[in-house]
């Protein structure tokens, strides 16, 4: 990891509620961001965040997310998710998010990941991998 993966980085990142994001539970023309797409959104934002300042061989993995969905946003308007780092312990770090659409915050909540090698982690999966294989 570089020096500069540390506690104060932040983006945000707007994002648009289309289709794929919505969810339609009630009803026709009532679709809003779903929130399994809310979840995915913030932990790519988070990822992406991160990738720049990991070295090469490295990864980050999420390892708990946290999330209030709010408030409802309708199919085509857009949100801005924004993830913070609030904590950086070696290779564990904390991530604050905060979500909104136009007119409120819809979504806040806390993100950890954990930077891996990537390598070490391809090992551990291939591993688990063989002994599912003999069970």
Sequence with gaps: MKNTLK??????????????RSVDLLGPGLE?????AMVRDIEIVSHDLIVEHLDEG???????????????????MAVDITVTVVEADGRRLRLDIDVKD??????????????VDIEKQKARLEAKLAKAAES
């Design 7 to 20: 506690a104060g980085l932040s983006v945000t990142r707007r994002i648009t509620v289309d289709v794929e």
């Design 32 to 36: 809003v961001y779903a929130t399994p």
């Design 58 to 76: 490295e990864e980050s993995v999420g390892t708990h997310i946290s999330v209030d969905h709010l408030g409802a946003t309708p199919l085509g």
């Design 102 to 115: 136009a007119l409120k915050q819809v979504g806040r909540g806390r993100h950890d990941r954990f930077v």
